[in-house]
């Protein structure tokens, strides 16, 4: 039987980091915030690992030896948490019923091992990039509870516990965007963060909606049992013992798309897809190692995870895989154009995030959802990379983030100039970096794809020269030629900041491995049974295909290294010159396909205008401050006729009290000569004689 | 051998009672001198102080008897302030004319 793996130590355990360091990080010594804030996530780390080892060496013995072992830890591993008072379950409305429980299986264990390991990595990068700022304390312990909510959104074994965890990371990234909230752009951003986050969580809102009405259940488990007998694009890989749930049991096609779109619309809204990706370039208004964290290694992957997660629904929906596909494909080439022209630094590694992430979409459309985790994995492992070498940059610079102003820093901070050379070649797709396995799987997995996945693939790999053209465009410029700027005096940076970058370099090296062989080869192995096999070539021909494919990514990435070092490191003056010569272009290029202004006309004014009049002026002015007037009014005219009485007359006064007295008298002596008739009678009667 | 119990009828202690109170009322209401109205409210303090006796009497209840005790010590203490306040509203204000106290209003 299972042994516990006390999986609910994962998230309470950065939570207790929130809590402490949140309440109380203001009084304490700064050594004993940064402890606080550190040693959380290191002990959740830890939780995470030991259930590595259990579920993953036990799999490992089973085999092996091919009996049952003694303390087996087998997956998928749910935890169950009953409330004794409130009865067993967390929501009990009829037939809504919805348990409080942690679900482990192959991809939620991998999310975990990437969010708290380089959630780690990162919170000990902090430790040196954030030094010598105010509110040390509060940044950590936004970051733990950003680490709480990322890993219940992970852990979640059900849709709407799923939601808590989705909805948290995106109140940890608001919370940090605006971490200057003294600037005024970085107050915007994390509103609009937040703001264009909700339209997608509306779209999720409404999908678990129609997942209740159509299943009655939100668990991921039930749901996915209901379809244990029909399998989808992928042959459906189901644990444990499920029962075949009856074809009528089903959603019809149209609301298995429905459904499927509304998820799509909330994957699109946290991962940062067409047509809601506008507030992750303002997202890097936040401190560089949260917009490694939050902004490009875990909480934007979100979107895929969930994706992965309900897989089993989009198998069941072309019409819905297909519109991942476009989306992602849309994405992935839109923002590598936009990442082109980019001189900010960080700008342009965040759109080099929506366009990665684009590819993941992409696998995810064409069913190799393995292949988007894998990308996912690694990116988490280079991008996480990338954005704190570019924080050592930074760091370096004294503040300077633009990339014209940068040059030359090759000598000056050469650790960081070799760590974020691993991870530039592993993001071009360099063989045998990391993304060089990721990107290829996806590739491939386009091109097998039938129908439109040849076009899918071409614009991968149009990406993939765009990604690899803007990639050393930044290296080029930031770490080649002459210095451009005189005032500042780069200096590497201190231990804390250059050891998680050596460790994720190691990653961004090797992680690409254990995805080496047939259909991800170990990787892929051991993903399938929670995602599904990657769908193989019809042919027998896959492996030439494969190969094929393999050179010309590989060729496509040393062209855009090419083109790089022509424009960027021979001919300097060369991108200005064609950008004088197509005006038009760079302009567009430059201006981000004026994305944001249109939605500003388009969407935001508009919408401000209909809630000035509608909200301010109707509803606020009209008609509560109607109500409020003519309650204020009613108040003010009644005192004004009872104020007469108020004469300040003290005889006055007494002669109202005696007045009442007499009147309470009369009133109970008619009381007593029972009701007015009779006491009247009465009264004639007594006058009479 | 007591008051009480000689021939005159209860209700004449009542009315004694009643005509006393009414009498405070009407001093309250007509006198202009706050120490005149003072007294008024005294009176009609110990009108009631007598209907409680009687009644206290009538039903062979010890609490009416009580209860004037009561209200005697409220009124020397009741004095005892008031009177204070009348020497203080004098001090400062010049006047004791009820007329003239009317600062209590909007």
Redo the contacts between chains.
């Keep these: 039987m299972n042994e516990s793996l006390h999986l609910w130590l994962v998230p309470l355990l950065p939570f207790a980091g929130f809590l402490l360091n949140g309440i109380l990080g203001a009084r304490l010594p700064r050594r004993l915030v940064t402890f606080i804030g550190v040693v959380f996530p290191l002990a959740s780390l830890l939780v995470v690992l030991n259930a590595a080892f259990a579920t993953l060496i036990t799999a490992a013995h089973t085999c092996e030896k091919c009996g049952p072992a003694a303390a087996s830890v087998s997956f998928p591993y749910v935890e169950k948490f009953a409330r004794p008072w409130l009865g067993p379950n967390w929501i009990s409305l009829g037939a809504l019923q919805v348990d409080f429980s942690l679900y482990l299986d192959q991809l939620s264990l991998l999310m975990l091992l990437v969010v708290t390991g380089v959630g780690f990595l990162i919170h000990i990068y902090s430790i040196g990039y954030m030094a010598g700022e105010d509110g040390y304390a509060r940044y950590f312990s936004y970051l733990n509870l950003f680490l709480f909510f990322m890993t219940v959104l992970v852990l979640a074994g059900n849709v709407l516990l799923m939601f808590v965890g989705w909805e948290g990371v995106g109140l940890a990234s608001y919370l940090l965007i605006g971490f200057y909230f003294t600037r005024k752009s970085a107050a915007d951003a994390g509103k609009k963060a937040f703001i264009v986050n909700r339209i997608g969580d509306f779209g999720f809102l409404i999908g678990i909606f129609l997942l209740l009405a159509s299943f009655g259940t939100l668990t991921f488990t039930e749901i996915a049992a209901r379809y244990a007998g029909f399998p989808g694009i992928n042959l459906v890989v189901l644990n444990g013992a499920l029962s075949l749930a009856p074809a009528h049991a089903l959603p019809s096609a149209a609301l298995t798309t429905a459904i499927c779109l509304c998820l799509l619309l909330g994957a699109a809204g946290k991962s940062a897809q067409l047509p809601l990706y506008v507030w992750l370039p303002d997202a890097m208004e936040g401190p560089t190692p949260v917009s490694a964290l939050i902004h490009a290694a875990t909480m934007v992957t979100a979107g895929v995870y969930m994706i992965a997660r309900m897989h089993v629904l989009f198998d069941h929906s072309p019409i819905a895989l297909n519109v991942v596909a476009i989306v992602g494909a849309a994405t992935a080439l839109f923002a590598a154009t936009m990442g082109l022209a980019q001189t900010d630094i960080k700008r342009v590694l965040a759109y080099s995030t929506i366009s990665q992430l684009g590819y993941m979409f992409l696998a995810c459309g064409v069913a190799a959802y393995s292949a988007g985790i894998f990308h996912l994995m690694t990116h988490a492992f280079f991008k996480a990379l990338l954005f704190l070498a570019a924080g050592s940059v930074i760091h370096a610079m004294g503040g300077e983030q633009d990339l014209r102003k940068m040059g030359g820093l090759r000598k000056e901070i050469p650790i960081t100039f070799w760590t974020m050379t691993a991870a530039v070649f592993a993001i071009a797709g360099f063989p045998p970096l990391a993304a060089f396995f990721s990107k290829d799987a996806i590739l491939y997995a386009a091109y097998i794809h039938g129908g439109s996945g040849k076009v899918f693939w071409f614009v991968g790999l149009v990406t993939a020269l765009l990604t690899s053209l803007y990639m050393f465009r930044l290296w080029y410029m930031a770490f080649f030629g002459e210095p451009r700027s005189h005032d500042a005096h780069p200096h590497e940076s201190p231990w804390s900041m250059l050891i998680p970058l050596v460790i994720l370099a190691v990653l961004s090296i090797c992680g690409g491995w254990i995805g080496l062989g047939d259909g991800l080869g170990r990787f892929g192995a051991f993903l399938a049974p929670s995602t599904g096999k990657l769908p193989q070539a019809a042919t027998g021909s896959g492996g030439v295909t494969e190969i094929i494919l393999t050179i010309v990514a590989v060729l496509v990435a040393i062209e855009g290294l090419l083109i790089a070092d022509k424009y960027y490191r021979r001919q300097p003056e060369r991108p200005a010159q064609i950008a004088a010569a197509y005006p038009g272009v760079y302009k567009v290029l430059v201006n981000k396909y004026y994305v944001d202004e249109f939605y500003n006309t388009a969407i935001v004014r508009p919408l401000l205008a209909i809630s000035k009049f509608f909200l301010g002026w109707v509803v606020d002015g009209a008609i509560l401050g109607g109500i409020a007037w003519l309650l204020g009014g009613i108040a003010n005219l009644s005192g004004a006729i009872l104020?007469r009485w108020?004469?300040?007359?003290?005889?006055s006064y007494?002669?109202w009290l005696?007045a009442g007295a007499a009147a309470l008298l009369l009133f109970s002596l008619v009381e007593l000569a029972g009701g007015w008739p009779a006491s009247m009678h009465l009264i004639s009667h007594v006058a009479g004689h | 051998m007591n008051l009480l119990q000689q021939d005159v009828p209860l209700t004449y202690y009542l009315l004694l009672s009643a005509v006393l109170f009414s009498l405070g009322v009407i001093g309250f209401l007509i006198k202009r001198s706050l120490i005149t109205v003072f007294m008024s409210i005294e009176l009609m303090l110990n009108a009631v102080n007598l209907s409680f006796v009687t009644f206290a009497c009538q039903w062979h209840a010890i609490k009416g008897q009580i209860f004037v005790f009561f209200v005697m010590m409220v009124a020397a203490a009741e004095a005892a302030v008031g009177l204070a306040i009348v020497i203080a509203i004098f001090r400062t204000r010049g006047t004791l004319s009820v007329d003239r106290i009317n600062l209590m209003k909007l």
């Design positions: 104020q108020q004469s300040g007359n003290l005889r007494a002669a005696a």
